[in-house]
């Protein structure tokens, strides 16, 4: 009896503890991705008439939304490795003797505790015609570029979203180089392993969990690129940078629900996918490497 008392308290504790999260993400999440798929499959959310997928084919007929859609894969196809690549470069740079290491760390981590309105109106205030560079490249007897109406305009949303998320990932890449013994390098180098076979061997055997982690909400981050491009852009900008956000944002103003919730739900399936396929891949790279 005293060991089932004591099983039913800490059964009790368990729930007093999850509980909060557990309603908290059926409120906030599982139940209005139902609403969304349901009101995905009706004509208007008053009637709820059954319609199936005519939702999802209309939706698919809109040139808006296919286009809308295509320069999602290819922002989250472009930008998820070359902020990959860069965090991870970064990593290993501030992880040695490098000097002013930590003015440098937080010069990086500034960015996620910005306001993102503050750098919407920075980046603006470079890149509007009348900005900074457009200013210097006028100096130096260059043509000034609309950057923001112009195909330069994916480049531009590209180095804001990279500059906006590489601390977040610089963090994570830190702390898992720093769960990396020194040992193991020091024997390496001792044993006459260079700089890149420590690297691939050692550093990168080690970082594969935090990779991992990094890639997926890389990948979730991208799909959901909107607060930065709207208010640099508006709610209507450049055909490069016109993204799923843009197209769901639109027709929440136009209240065009069954639109809104189809795009939702095939969003949520896109990445739901990918995110998917990301897990089985590094559980094959696990079973490989084990």
Not at 113 to 121: E, M, Y
Not at 151 to 177: C, E, P
Not at 251 to 275: E, N
């Amino acid at each position: 009896m005293p060991r089932l008392r004591s099983c039913f308290r800490e059964a009790v504790a368990v729930l007093a503890f999850l509980g909060p999260s557990f309603a908290g993400f059926m409120l906030f999440y599982v139940i209005p991705f139902g609403a969304a798929a349901y009101y995905s499959l009706v004509d208007t959310p008053v009637q709820g008439h059954f319609v199936g997928l005519d939702n999802y084919r209309q939706l698919w007929a809109s040139a808006s939304f296919r286009k809308a859609f295509g320069n999602s894969l290819v922002f989250a196809s472009v930008s998820v490795p070359l902020l990959f690549a860069a965090s991870l470069a970064l990593g290993l740079l501030l992880n040695g003797a490098v000097p002013l290491r930590r003015t440098f760390r937080t010069l990086f981590l500034l960015p996620l505790v910005v306001p993102v309105a503050s750098i919407a109106l920075v980046w603006q205030a470079m890149f509007h015609w009348d900005g900074a560079i457009n200013g210097l490249a006028a100096r130096w007897g260059m043509q000034p570029v609309d950057w923001m109406n112009s195909r330069w305009s994916f480049d531009v949303m590209l180095v804001v979203y990279v500059w906006k998320n590489i601390g977040y990932n610089l963090v994570l890449f830190l702390a898992g180089l720093a769960n990396i013994p020194a040992e193991l390098r020091e024997a390496a180098s001792i044993d006459g392993a260079g700089r890149w076979r420590q690297f691939r061997s050692i550093v990168w055997p080690g970082l594969v969990p935090v990779s991992f982690f990094v890639v997926v909400m890389s990948v979730v981050s991208s799909f959901k690129v909107f607060r930065e491009t709207y208010l640099v852009a508006g709610a209507y900008p450049n055909d490069a940078i016109y993204t799923l956000q843009h197209f769901m944002n639109n027709q929440f103003q136009s209240l065009d629900y069954p639109k809104l919730t189809s795009a939702a739900v095939l969003l949520a399936f896109v990445i739901g996918t990918v995110v998917y396929g990301l897990f089985r891949a590094e559980r094959r790279f696990g079973e490989v490497q084990g």
